[in-house]
């Protein structure tokens, strides 16, 4: 009885090390919950995008959710595959801006619709290399708001809506909000990876199961 | 610390204060006195440790002189001392007595300032100081402020004199962002002395954007605006980069993290209008426009390296988090600890990050700390 304890302990302690090993490593307390599914077809995608306050207290969110989370077309390989850029999306007037920044309440929720072959709004931030080290040249910070769409010829292995802000976030987001600082703003970490299963050109899909994820105590 | 001794210039013409800071002659034109004889010892000033502007100045975090105390001397018998405390940007908001009596040390004048400059109001007027805002020395009879390089006028909070380094508004102060910055120099950079844990002097200098940050970009570098680049040369420094040790050490750690997207490197055209650059980190790619300049393989390690701090989730939204973050990204392209630090210093404050006030001993002890040098091998 003593030997079949200890083996369902030793098992039961694999399976943890090997379950973390395949988790992404998370510091945030847990706030919320973040969902999103692929539904239509190879033709027209459609992501939804769900964020849910499943903490006591309220969080700060863009109520459009484009400034966090971010949608990242992957290869089998985790490597990006870009969106092409259609169109720029004109700056709005930084007060407009504030407007979207929304208090998202305990319990509640907020939902997103992205039509990934139509033309979406992207959140895009960056920072320049200069050519030269040791402060003979300064950085330039870009931040714009734009339209893009998944190329018709990108069938990728995975998209992964991530809730987490990229690095150049803090500086992209002070530019563009004439400097208001992004740490007033949920930031998760989250993830969430949707395999993209449809073929190239396939109608009348089922959708997918959704996946969801939760930001892990710490 | 610096003492620095005021002398009457002269007599009856009450022209003035000759005050030697370090070796420096400062003519303050503070005529207050009818009395003063030539070589008469008036007062003394304690400012925080420095050396001559521009130079780098202060190893207790100030870019300026941190003015100490101010002590009104007789004959070269001390009467009274008056401690000044300052605020961020250096202005002196109180004046402070010690009372050896009753041992104890209170505010004696409050002063109140305008976003410029200007008192507008004091609790005592009777008891001033000749350092007021940002520490500069100000000459009540003009109205004028001497930051060194040029006179400051809070009364319209413009300078007298043009800009030595040019600008769009010449005469503009601190890009009317008074709260925000300082330029106690009349130009834009900050150098800043720290001492490292191993006794080595660090000066880096702590400059803030012109215009500031908080402007944004007026035209964006879209990442549609970076065409593909057909330099063999970029795209062979490129490929060449992709198979250093150290490179690869970083990408094999990227795809080590579960969920980390391994970012598209790619050289491209960026050599004009908003986007020129020596290359981009743009959304979760890495653009290399120019594959000699930085050279390619310490423009990688460091880009490489703050990839995998978005990995793992750092934020960077304090001064020293960012610090930590700019540390460790030079340190992996090969740089000395000291450089590190330096070049750290400079794109925490140009990104407005970090402050002159934040770049202390202290900090650099904090990234000491956590990433500290190898130590030497021992000789057998």
Same mark, same amino acid.
């Given at each position: 009885?003593?030997?079949?304890?200890?083996?369902?302990?030793?098992?039961?302690?694999?399976?943890?090390?090997?379950?973390?090993?395949?988790?992404?490593?998370?510091?945030?307390?847990?706030?919320?919950?973040?969902?999103?599914?692929?539904?239509?077809?190879?033709?027209?995608?459609?992501?939804?995008?769900?964020?849910?306050?499943?903490?006591?207290?309220?969080?700060?969110?863009?109520?459009?959710?484009?400034?966090?989370?971010?949608?990242?077309?992957?290869?089998?390989?985790?490597?990006?595959?870009?969106?092409?850029?259609?169109?720029?999306?004109?700056?709005?007037?930084?007060?407009?801006?504030? $407007? $979207?920044?929304?208090?998202?309440?305990?319990?509640?929720?907020?939902? $997103?619709?992205?039509?990934?072959?139509?033309?979406?709004? $992207?959140?895009?931030?960056?920072?320049?290399?200069?050519?030269?080290?040791?402060g003979?040249?300064a950085?330039?910070?870009?931040?714009?708001?734009?339209?893009? !769409?998944?190329?018709?010829?990108?069938?990728?292995?995975?998209?992964?809506?991530?809730?987490?802000?990229?690095?150049?976030?803090?500086?992209?987001?002070?530019?563009?909000? !004439?400097?208001?600082?992004? %740490? !007033?703003?949920?930031?998760?970490?989250?993830?969430?990876?949707?395999?993209?299963?449809? %073929?190239?050109?396939?109608?009348?899909?089922?959708?997918?199961?959704? %996946?969801?994820?939760?930001?892990?105590?710490? | 610390m610096r003492v620095c001794h005021c002398f009457a210039r002269s007599?009856?013409e009450t022209t003035g204060w000759h005050c030697l800071p370090s070796g420096k002659q400062w003519h303050t034109a503070h005529a207050n006195s009818? *009395?003063m004889?030539?070589?008469?010892l008036r007062q003394r000033y304690l400012w925080g440790e420095a050396a001559s502007p521009p130079a780098p100045s202060v190893s207790s975090g100030w870019a300026v002189d941190q003015i100490l105390a101010e002590e009104?001397?007789?004959?070269?018998?001390?009467?009274?001392?008056k401690w000044t405390l300052t605020d961020h940007l250096n202005t002196v908001r *109180?004046i402070?007595?010690?009372?050896?009596? @009753?041992?104890?040390? @209170?505010?004696?004048?409050?002063l109140?300032y305008d976003a410029y400059g200007n008192v507008? =109001?004091?609790?005592? =007027?009777?008891?001033d100081s000749l350092f007021l805002f940002t520490a500069r020395p100000f000459d009540p009879d003009t109205g004028l402020q001497n930051n060194l390089h040029r006179w400051y006028d809070p009364s319209v909070g413009r300078w007298l004199s043009e800009d030595p380094i040019g600008g769009i508004n010449l005469y503009k102060y601190v890009g009317n962002s008074p709260l925000m910055r300082i330029d106690p120099f009349g130009v834009k950079d900050h150098p800043v002395t720290v001492?490292?844990?191993?006794? /080595?002097k660090c000066t880096a200098n702590c400059a803030e954007p012109d215009p500031p940050?908080?402007?944004?970009?007026?035209?964006?570098?879209?990442?549609?605006?970076?065409?593909?680049?057909?330099?063999?040369?970029?795209?062979?420094?490129?490929?060449? #980069?992709?198979?250093?040790?150290?490179?690869?050490?970083?990408?094999?750690? &990227?795809?080590?993290?579960?969920?980390?997207?391994?970012?598209?490197?790619?050289?491209?055209?960026?050599? /004009?209008?908003?986007?020129?650059?020596?290359?981009?980190?743009?959304?979760?790619? &890495?653009?290399?426009?120019?594959?000699?300049?930085?050279?390619?393989?310490?423009?990688?390690?460091?880009?490489?390296?703050?990839?995998?701090?978005?990995?793992?989730?750092?934020?960077? &939204?304090?001064?020293?988090?960012?610090?930590?973050?700019?540390?460790? #990204?030079?340190?992996?392209?090969?740089? /000395?600890?000291?450089? #590190?630090?330096a070049? +750290?210093v400079w =794109?925490?404050c140009i990104?407005?990050?970090c402050k002159v006030s934040d770049i202390t001993? +202290?900090?650099?002890?904090?990234?000491?700390? #956590?990433?500290?040098?190898?130590?030497?091998?021992?000789? @057998?």
């Open positions: 009885m003593r030997n079949v304890r200890l083996a369902v302990a030793l098992v039961f302690a694999l399976g943890v090390t090997v379950c973390g090993a395949d988790e992404p490593s998370f510091r945030s307390s847990p706030k919320a919950f973040l969902e999103a599914s692929l539904s239509g077809d190879g033709e027209n995608p459609v992501l939804t995008i769900r964020l849910r306050n499943t903490g006591d207290v309220p969080i700060v969110v863009d109520k459009e959710l484009v400034f966090l989370p971010d949608i990242v077309l992957m290869d089998n390989e985790r490597r990006v595959i870009p969106f092409k850029e259609t169109r720029a999306v004109e700056k709005p007037a930084v007060s407009a801006l504030k $407007r $979207r920044l929304a208090t998202l309440g305990p319990g509640e929720e907020i939902e $997103r619709q992205v039509r990934l072959r139509k033309g979406f709004k $992207r959140f895009v931030t960056g920072i320049s290399l200069p050519t030269r080290s040791g003979a040249e950085p330039k910070v870009t931040a714009y708001e734009v339209l893009c !769409q998944m190329p018709a010829d990108v069938r990728p292995f995975e998209i992964e809506v991530s809730y987490k802000p990229p690095y150049s976030f803090e500086d992209g987001f002070m530019a563009y909000m !004439q400097g208001i600082s992004a %740490a !007033q703003f949920y930031r998760g970490p989250l993830r969430v990876g949707v395999p993209y299963r449809f %073929a190239k050109h396939t109608s009348g899909g089922h959708g997918e199961r959704p %996946a969801t994820t939760k930001d892990a105590p710490n | 007599s009856a009818q *009395d004889q030539v070589g008469h009104d001397v007789d004959g070269g018998t001390p009467e009274l001392v *109180d402070a007595r010690y009372d050896s009596e @009753t041992d104890t040390t @209170t505010v004696v004048n409050h109140v507008t =109001s004091e609790t005592n =007027s009777a008891v001492t490292l844990p191993d006794g /080595t940050k908080g402007g944004g970009p007026a035209i964006p570098c879209r990442e549609s605006d970076l065409k593909p680049s057909c330099d063999k040369k970029c795209q062979s420094a490129v490929a060449n #980069a992709q198979n250093d040790p150290g490179v690869k050490r970083l990408l094999d750690q &990227i795809k080590a993290i579960p969920g980390c997207a391994m970012p598209r490197i790619e050289c491209r055209d960026c050599g /004009t209008g908003n986007c020129k650059a020596g290359g981009w980190h743009m959304g979760n790619s &890495i653009y290399i426009c120019d594959g000699q300049g930085h050279g390619a393989v310490s423009l990688l390690q460091h880009e490489l390296t703050h990839h995998l701090q978005a990995c793992r989730n750092q934020a960077d &939204i304090s001064c020293a988090d960012r610090m930590k973050m700019e540390v460790e #990204a030079n340190l992996a392209e090969g740089k /000395t600890f000291a450089q #590190a630090f070049d +750290a =794109s925490s990104t407005q990050r001993d +202290a900090l650099a002890q904090q990234m000491w700390n #956590a990433f500290p040098p190898p130590k030497p091998p021992r000789k @057998t």
